[in-house]
């Protein structure tokens, strides 16, 4: 679904988009004419006030004003609903809908100048109650639907906008030189683009050289992806569920089928009769299961305190309580002989990894190191020696956090200098750029 264009540039929003902010708008709009209409003419009010009288022409003018939104609104809907994803001919008379409901916008936004000022100068004296509640309600509800218009009106902008609608117009008139400079303008605004939303979305995170670096590398990899698409966001929503679905009936249709040995689909992988499963009563079988469940604890344990509290949502947080440093001195031995990079000031972390062990009754286990570090490229781990089964035991944490979030993003490949190679060796950029 192409975006639309209005202005003379591309929005990151489809004509087909605009049926549930215009039915929010619609029932909101619905919702204040009849307050209104009950207020204005079932209510009395003091008709020798001039602030009563004042306030109540204003209140019949902004009938006007939620009569036009009510039509716009609704032609708006009724367009939006008409053609199909790739067949957008219908909609084409919605954009010129949406300039009638922006002009009418700016008269709502005269209208809630003029209540601020009537709730400045005749608030304080005027004993009417309806006419105060009255001036507090067309103010609410007008800049309710400001803010919400310049929110959405946010979300939507497309700063690479008006230099898509050039390309777009000077591929049709086939100009090569023209086209190579506005294709290399559009890359370079989409992945400025990316980049703003992807430090917007991580504000909360401290800016260091190396995640700006990798605000670089995702943006300028989301941008050579989209870069010859025209879609808007909700159409990668929809081809996911799309997706999602075709993948279900496409497996449906191959266990329906008589002449396969397919029985059924764990996790994606399909099930047959000769599918080897795992056998509890053979003894190495056995002890290889039990590995796993014991060594899941030291994976498990690497998240730190978040990944505690939420194994034990009840009494967690007592027996981190209890052992902290900053509430007991007598718990500073459970932090003894461990090094410990950059935790937090009562050491949750190291706490929650001790706790891990010590609630499984697991003495053996000693923690001799502890990296809480967390960055761009660099991921939180702990090193500890299991002295019941004579081994050293290095846990590396998984995605946890939104700088864990942008080491995934940073899907690039990488070169491996693998000895004895034969061929190219490629690998995930975000995960092989420590090691390198």
Known sequence: ??????????????SDDLVLPAFFLFLLHCIWLVVLSVVLFGLPYGSEQSCSVT??????????????????????????????ILYTQPREAVQYVIYIR???LLVELVYAVVGIAWLVQYYQPCSDVT???LALGIVACNWLVIFSVC???????????????????????????????LRHRLEEGQASSWSRRLKFFMCCTRAQDTQSDAYSEVASLFAEFFRDLDIVPSDIIAGLVLLRQRQRSKRSSILDQGNNDILAFLSGMPVTRNTRYLDLKNSVEMNMYKDVCYYMLFALAAYGWPMYLMRKPVCGLCRLASSCPCMSVSSSRMTQAVTV???????????????????RDLKQVQIVYTSCHDAVYET???????????????????TLSPKDALTDLTGDSERLPVEEQHGTWLGHKGAFTPAL
């Open 341 to 359: 990079e950059e935790d937090n000031c009562c050491g949750c972390n190291v706490l929650a990894i001790r706790r891990h062990f010590l609630d």
């Open 55 to 84: 306030l109540v022409d204003h209140g019949r003018g902004y009938l006007g004003i939620l009569v036009s939104c009510l039509i716009c609104e609704s032609a708006i809907m009724w367009l939006s609903m008409r053609g199909s």
């Open 380 to 398: 939180p781990f702990f090193v500890a020696v299991d002295h019941a089964k004579k081994k050293v035991v290095i846990s590396i944490r998984g």
């Open 102 to 104: 922006l002009a009418i």
């Open 1 to 14: 679904m192409p975006g639309m264009v209005m202005f003379r540039r591309r929005w990151s929003v489809g």
């Open 151 to 181: 929110i959405t009106l946010m979300c939507t902008f497309d700063p690479t906008g008006r230099t898509f609608v050039k390309l777009k117009a000077t591929r049709r008139r086939q100009r090569n030189l023209t086209t190579y400079t």
């Open 131 to 133: 006419a105060k509640n």
